[in-house]
Structure formats: C-alpha cells, structure tokens
C-alpha cells in the first residue's frame, strides 16, 4: 500500500509538472501572438485615428496573465489553498449523487449491463 502511495503521488508530480512546463512553453508562442497583435492594432488604432481597433487586446491580455500566472506566478499555490479550504470547511460540495458507489450498487449495473448484451 505505500508503495501505491508513493507511486500516486510521483505520478501526480509529474503531471502537475508536465501542465506547468506545457503552460511555460504555450506563454512562449502566446507571449509572442500577444506582443504582435499588440503593436498592430496600436499602428492601426493610429493610422485609422480610431481606438475602438485596440478593443482586442483586452481578452488577449487576460488570457496572457492568466498562462502568465500558472506558468510563473501562484496560481498553482492559490488553487492549492482554495482546495484545502473546500476540503476543511465545505466537505460537503464533494459528496457524490446519491452517495457514495458500493459494492451492491456496481452489481446492479454489471447484471444489468450483462443482460443488455445478451437480449442482443
């Protein structure tokens, strides 16, 4: 059994390290789209003499601090704590419907399921 444990947890360290160095590498490509974009509808904002051509750059500019945040910031560490908060004092957000599975309630679905594909 902690032999189970520990592989879970290395497994779950590997993929939260894979999602952060995936939202590192996406801030590249994004960082650089963000920057372009912004320097052309800046000119086209001036040449036009219209503002309303910068109006893009508001969504792209959440979504660039957003990869920002969970590439270099705390996001991970605020999700972390907002988890841990849910946890201790709003336990019951994470019931199940119905309650929980057991062992008589899989039976039903198996016997159920098996006749299915025997009708057939």
Do not use: C, H
Not at 17 to 40: D, H, N
Not at 88 to 115: A, F, N
């Amino acid at each position: 059994l902690e032999r189970q444990l520990v592989l879970q947890n290395l497994m779950r360290e590997r993929q939260t390290a894979m999602q952060i160095a995936w939202s590192r590498e996406f801030l590249k490509y994004f960082g650089t789209f963000f920057g372009l974009s912004a320097v052309l509808l800046t000119t086209g904002a001036i040449r036009r003499k219209n503002p309303a051509v910068l109006v893009p750059i508001l969504p792209l500019s959440f979504v660039f601090a957003y990869q920002y945040d969970m590439g270099y910031g705390t996001l991970l560490q605020r999700i972390k704590g907002e988890a841990e908060n849910i946890l201790d004092t709003q336990s019951t957000l994470l019931e199940l419907p119905k309650g929980p599975l057991t062992y008589e309630d899989l039976e039903k679905i198996r016997i159920s399921q098996s006749k299915l594909f025997i009708e057939k």
